[in-house]
């Protein structure tokens, strides 16, 4: 049972703030190799570039499809109300934006409105609640419940619509 929990956790952590559950700090850019041309030398940080963006948009399709699974319900749910802040331990507040239920992609629940925020800090980034937790009035997100209704204790995370990575993911939302 501990390690199904750290198991959501670390997917949660790495759903909600992928940078922050990979490493703290980006890697630093190549240097210039002895020799190298300024010219040769832009091309091979562009190929870097290319190659981090596209090992983190895979972990990322990767843990949308583990965060999938380990979700009792799925949902998108759109941003009714902004503007509401709570305190977030010692590391001052957090936004606690309102979403309503638009669709169930999986299980089913009420169409009563919740709230998302982060539940903690950790030394890079707060963490909890995932993308809807910066969402604007309109914007829609994909919310993964681990179980019950959705609500701060039971999201695992939650997606931009905009920003799935997971092509099976991507198509339950297209399907009406």
């Not at 992609?105 to 800090?121: D, I, M, N, Q, W």
């Not at 995932?130 to 919310?143: I, N």
């Not at 609500?151 to 619509?161: M, N």
């Amino acid at each position: 049972m501990r390690r199904r929990w750290l198991a959501v956790f670390v997917l949660a952590l790495a759903l909600i703030a992928p940078g922050a559950a990979r490493a703290c700090m980006p890697m630093p850019p190549p240097s210039q190799m002895e020799g190298e041309s300024d010219e040769a030398y832009q091309l091979r940080l562009e190929e870097v570039r290319a190659a981090q963006a596209a090992e983190d948009f895979a972990f990322r399709a990767r843990m949308q499809r583990e965060a999938w699974e380990n979700s009792q319900s799925v949902l998108i749910a759109r941003v009714v109300r902004t503007g509401a802040v709570v305190p977030l331990g010692d590391h001052g507040e957090t936004p606690r934006p309102t979403l309503r239920p638009v669709r169930w992609l999986k299980g089913s629940g009420p169409a009563r409105p919740f709230h998302v925020r982060y539940t903690e800090f950790i030394s890079c980034a707060p963490v909890g609640g995932g993308d809807a937790v910066r969402g604007a009035v309109g914007e829609e997100f994909v919310v993964f419940v681990r179980n019950g209704r959705p609500g701060v204790r039971s999201i695992i995370g939650s997606v931009a619509v905009n920003a799935i990575a997971d092509d099976q993911l991507r198509a339950r939302v297209a399907a009406e």
